[in-house]
Nanobody, 124 residues
């Protein structure tokens, strides 16, 4: 099992940047595909980005491509999401998730473990 704790959320003006972190403990972090998801009020959870266990392969939602960067440091058991040029529509609770599988995955239902989430609010 793996435990996930997100941090780094907050309030930022449109055009600003934030860096989210997800600290993992438990079983070997490097064996998991990792992902970021978000859920805005009144909306369903949506995929943001995913990264392979080695960090060599990433996939992004079209809405964040070119603005967000997912990365991981397996030595520190930490997943990151660098968010630049933030927009009000990026406002949501952001969750990291771990998938005990070999391939990157955009479907949240297939992830095995989830963090508690961190709030990101972008003001216009």
């Amino acid at each position: 099992q793996v435990q996930l704790v997100e941090s780094g959320g907050g309030l930022v003006q449109a055009g600003g940047s934030l860096r989210l972190s997800c600290a993992a403990s438990g079983r070997t972090f490097s064996s998991y595909v990792m992902g970021w998801f978000r859920q805005a009020p009144g909306k369903e959870r949506e995929f943001v980005a995913t990264i392979s266990w080695s960090g060599g392969y990433t996939v992004y939602a079209n809405s964040v491509k070119g603005r967000f960067t997912i990365s991981r440091d397996n030595a520190k058991n930490t997943l990151y999401l660098q968010m630049n040029d933030l927009k009000p529509e990026d406002t949501a609770v952001y969750y990291c998730a771990a998938d005990n599988d070999a391939a990157v995955e955009v479907r949240g239902s297939l992830y095995d473990y989830w963090g508690q989430g961190t709030q990101v609010t972008v003001s216009s």
